[in-house]
């Protein structure tokens, strides 16, 4: 079966500690992108890449880090600087061009204490 | 800048009745596509039904369709014959569709609606 898959689902780090979030995707699709979502609010972009090593900043990018080293891979990582990082973190994938929908992953909720 | 509007936080709706779901957007693009995506407790965001900005008839999908009046810019979501599983959160997306510039696809998300189908 074609999908997304993000590990884990539920993450706990102390304050301070660097933590890197999975999202992998066998659909064969170009594009790629990670959201964040705080209770009861909408989806914001972190960070998105169209296409292998390349990536670009989305509205709220600053505290995280990606990489883009394979089509089926862009892990997301959350830094020390990152002030608020307690939050649900979905990853989403689409063929690019801007003409199909994205398929989101299971999502991975990350407590920070 | 580019913005979807959910004005209803949270909405009741009785078992095997009809439901619309609010939203209105704002952009300056001519061409745009516009999602609705389901999210229930366990998190995952499941799509719905979409509208491009130049289609002429309102997207249909089973159960839902979508009221699309583009000059009120606003596409509305109707559950019709509501079910107990459609208890969820409800996000209205827009995404650009912009020809011959760099288009990053990204979704820009509302706020979302609540919807809790009472048996």
């Known amino acids: 079966d074609g999908g997304i898959t993000q590990s884990p689902k539920y993450l706990f780090r102390k304050e301070g500690q660097n933590v890197t979030l999975s999202c992998e995707q066998n659909?064969?699709?170009?594009?790629m992108y990670w959201y964040r979502q705080d209770p009861g609010q909408g989806l914001r972009l972190i960070y998105y890449s169209q296409i292998v090593n390349d990536f670009q900043k989305g509205d709220i990018a600053e505290g995280y880090s990606v990489s883009r080293e394979k089509k089926e891979s862009f892990p997301l990582t959350v830094t020390s600087a990152q002030k608020n990082p307690t939050a649900f973190y979905l990853c989403a994938s689409d063929g690019g061009q801007g003409e199909y929908e994205q398929y989101f992953g299971p999502g991975t909720r990350l407590t920070v204490t | 800048a580019q913005k979807i509007t959910q004005t209803q936080p949270g909405m009741f709706v009785q078992e095997k009745e009809a439901v619309t779901l609010d939203c209105t957007y704002d952009?300056?693009?001519?061409?745009?596509?516009l999602f609705w995506y389901k999210q229930p407790s366990s998190g995952e965001m499941i799509f719905l039904i979409y509208q491009g900005s130049y289609d002429e008839q309102n997207a249909t999908e089973g159960r839902y369709s979508l009221n699309f009046q583009k000059a009120r810019k606003s596409a509305n979501l109707v559950i019709s014959a509501s079910q107990l599983g459609d208890s969820a959160m409800y996000f209205c997306a827009m995404r650009e569709r912009s020809i011959g510039s760099s288009n990053t696809g990204k979704l820009i998300f509302g706020q979302g609606t609540t919807l809790q189908v009472k048996p």
């Open positions: 952009t300056s693009d001519q061409s745009y596509g």
């Open positions: 659909l064969n699709h170009d594009a």
